[in-house]
């Protein structure tokens, strides 16, 4: 057999081995690049497998630093890691920044005869750079970075394969730092959230507290005066006592919610009677249907159904449901409380033939300040704080509520409840 045929085979061979060995390794980063979310380790598994598959002595990643406009090292293989991290890298006059501006891979067979090498690097390393690859990070079209490779081991020059390789390794990582910046921001953002939602609810407590002793003197002197009052002075009176109240149940409404929110309001745990507890609300809310010609009807099933709750909470949730049943639907409408029970829950439903609610609005309506109307054009009251004391009063009671519309139809809020199976 032709011995020069059998080499030229053996040496195909050995070179599909390498290429299989190379791809083989950058699945293997690909699949780490989704498994973890610690960038240094990723960088520096990155670079080191970079730098063996191009067979170099070095390898390292800079990235732009926005602020300054230079090139820092992020990841580098080698001892000088710290020596590396001090060191900024100038766009004009250095390798690294010629590719980062050009955004094509560079090949420097002799960096001692090329006027753009930096040479502050190697003085601060003592690491003696002679040859260099390097190739853009490249996020979608944006360059945020190099990945050089340094010293080839066999002194051959750099060859199309080492940049189809690098150029790999290079997509690999410019995905990694823009996943890893991504998380950063979006952590940031979050505490950042966090921080004014912080602020909000103690604006909150310490609003609601301060405007509580003014308005009890406001209370406290119109009763008193109410009481002598005579002639056109009693519906005055009346009026300052209602804008009174109405303020008295905003500033209620804000403490529920800090309290609730903070769970610093304990749960009672009494026995209640589901019909009883609906019977109060009816009560309760009759008048103010009534007021706007509107009919309240209430349908349960005779036989007691007992749940284990807090009476005062749970009429607090119902009452908001039905102030906003009150609220949205227009003179004349209906509304309607219907309690069903089924196997170990009871189901109480709220339904009105008012406004109605969009579609896509029926779960936000259940955050805390969040109105369907803009608070520029509104023409209800209310701050926006029911639902979300109503969800968080039945959420306790390890219940479920939420909202079914039609917009310009009505309205429909079910809360399902756990029963309890003991007879009276
Ligand atoms: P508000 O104090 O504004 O009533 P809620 O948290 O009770 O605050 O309700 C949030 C928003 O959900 C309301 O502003 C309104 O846009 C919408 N909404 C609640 N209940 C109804 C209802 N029965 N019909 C129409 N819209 C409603």
């Not at 730092?177 to 909000?200: F, G, W």
């Not at 005779?302 to 609220?327: E, H, M, Q, Y």
């Amino acid at each position: 057999m032709d011995t020069k045929v059998v080499n030229r085979s053996e040496h195909d061979v050995q070179q599909l081995v390498q290429t299989v060995e190379r791809l083989e390794r950058m699945v293997a980063i690909g699949q780490m690049l989704n498994s973890t979310l610690d960038l240094s380790q990723l960088l520096e598994t990155i670079i080191s497998t970079a730098s063996e598959l191009v067979g170099t002595q070095a390898a390292s990643i800079l990235l732009m630093d926005e602020r300054t406009g230079e090139l820092f090292f992020a990841a580098a293989t080698g001892s000088s890691r710290e020596e590396l991290r001090k060191i900024k890298v100038p766009l004009v006059g250095s390798i690294a920044g010629t590719i980062y501006k050009t955004r094509e891979p560079l090949i420097v067979a002799d960096v001692s005869g090329d006027a753009r090498h930096y040479a502050g690097v190697d003085q601060s390393t003592k690491f003696q750079t002679r040859s260099l690859l390097g190739v853009p990070l490249l996020v979608r079209t944006r360059c945020i970075g190099v990945l050089e490779a340094l010293n080839k081991i066999n002194e051959e020059p750099f060859n199309e394969e080492d940049i189809r390789t690098l150029s790999a390794m290079a997509s690999h990582a410019a995905i990694a730092i823009e996943n890893a910046r991504l998380v950063a921001s979006l952590r940031e953002a979050n505490q950042r959230l966090s921080e004014l939602d912080r602020l909000k609810s103690n604006f909150i407590s310490i609003a609601s507290h301060e405007l509580r002793t003014p308005l009890m003197i406001v209370q406290g002197f119109a009763s008193f005066l109410r009481e002598q009052a005579s002639g056109d002075m009693t519906s005055d009176l009346d009026m300052v006592l209602r804008g009174a109240s109405k303020l008295q149940a905003i500033i209620d409404q804000m403490t529920n919610l800090n309290y609730l929110e903070a769970g610093l309001s304990e749960l009672k745990q009494e026995k209640i009677i589901v019909q009883e507890l609906i019977a109060e609300l009816e009560e309760e809310w009759r008048p103010l249907a009534a007021a706007k010609q509107q009919n309240l009807h209430v349908n349960m099933p005779p036989t007691p159904i007992l749940i284990r709750g807090d009476r005062g909470k749970l009429n607090l949730a119902f009452s908001n449901l039905l102030n906003n049943a009150v609220k949205f639907t227009p003179e004349n409408g209906h509304i309607e409380i219907h309690v069903i029970l089924h196997t170990g829950r009871v189901e109480i439903t709220v339904v009105d033939t008012g406004i109605g609610i969009p579609k896509e609005e029926l779960t936000r309506i259940f955050d805390r300040f969040y109105q369907v109307e803009d608070h520029l054009t509104r023409h209800h009251g209310g701050l926006g704080l029911g639902l979300a004391i109503a969800k968080e009063v039945i959420e306790q009671h390890n219940g479920r509520i939420w909202a079914e519309s039609v917009e310009g139809q009505g309205s429909r809020f079910r809360v399902i409840l756990p029963a309890l199976f003991e007879h009276l």
